[in-house]
């Protein structure tokens, strides 16, 4: 059974910092991995999808790798600003499945002016 | 461009009440539809998803229930609210097709249920 792992809870850096949110997931054979942001008392959205065969997706400030055989992805940001706060989840497909994720609980971000 | 509305945005429901979420995709057909829901310190939940009209797929035993009426609507019903069903509810949508294997995922603005 795929489980997500998501590593610290929460975050909390001054503001024009870089910084690296981790995810962890226990089976290597996935299809995908997906990053989201969610913002207090919204819905999800979808910042960055890695797919197996890549390493690496970048969008603007954000930069999220993939390393499969450890079973690691991370999100990096690039100067950090106060809007960046929110909560980070990182999500794979279930295991032989396309039709549902497996999400992370999530890294709470805090970027202080 | 694709839309996903979600309503209403916040409930507050007397224990025993019944309910309805509905939840419709604009922009696109035959789209794979999901709910979810979010409890504090717990994650994400996927409790339905549906491939199709009429083709409703449950994660959870309890007591919700889903229907598809028509491609781009979903509906999260109950016959008695519980307690325990308090919580942040979100529906979703991916592409048809290829699914989650190629597509991401894409969210409504979620529904804050509380049971009192």
């Known amino acids: 059974k795929q489980e997500v792992t998501q590593i610290p809870a929460a975050l909390s850096v001054p503001e024009g910092e870089n910084l690296v949110l981790n995810c962890s997931f226990t089976?290597?054979?996935?299809?995908?991995l997906q990053w989201f942001r969610q913002d207090p008392g919204k819905g999800l959205t979808s910042l960055l999808l890695?797919?197996?065969?890549?390493r690496e997706q970048t969008s603007g400030r954000l930069n999220a790798s993939l390393d499969k055989s450890s079973g690691r992805s991370t999100l990096y940001i690039a100067a950090s600003q106060p809007g960046d706060s929110a909560t980070y989840l990182c999500a794979v497909p279930t295991q032989g499945g396309s039709e549902k994720l497996v999400f992370g609980k999530g890294t709470k971000l805090t970027v202080n002016p | 461009s694709q839309t996903i509305h979600q309503w209403p945005a916040t409930l507050v429901q007397p224990v025993g009440s019944p309910l309805s979420l509905e939840c419709t995709v604009e922009?696109?057909?035959?789209?794979?539809l999901y709910w979810y829901r979010q409890a504090a310190g717990r994650g994400l939940q996927l409790l339905f998803y549906s491939v199709g009209i009429g083709q409703i797929s449950s994660e959870v035993p309890q007591n919700l229930s889903a229907s598809r009426p028509q491609d781009r609507q979903f509906i999260l019903s109950s016959k008695k609210l519980l307690l325990s069903d308090s919580g942040f509810y979100l529906c979703?949508?991916?592409?048809?097709?290829?699914?989650?294997?190629?597509?991401?995922?894409?969210f409504g603005d979620g529904t804050r249920l509380s049971i009192l």
């Open positions: 922009g696109t057909s035959n789209p794979n």
């Open positions: 089976d290597s054979a996935i299809y995908n």
């Open positions: 890695i797919q197996s065969s890549q």
């Open positions: 979703a949508w991916t592409p048809p097709g290829g699914g989650l294997v190629s597509q991401p995922q894409h």
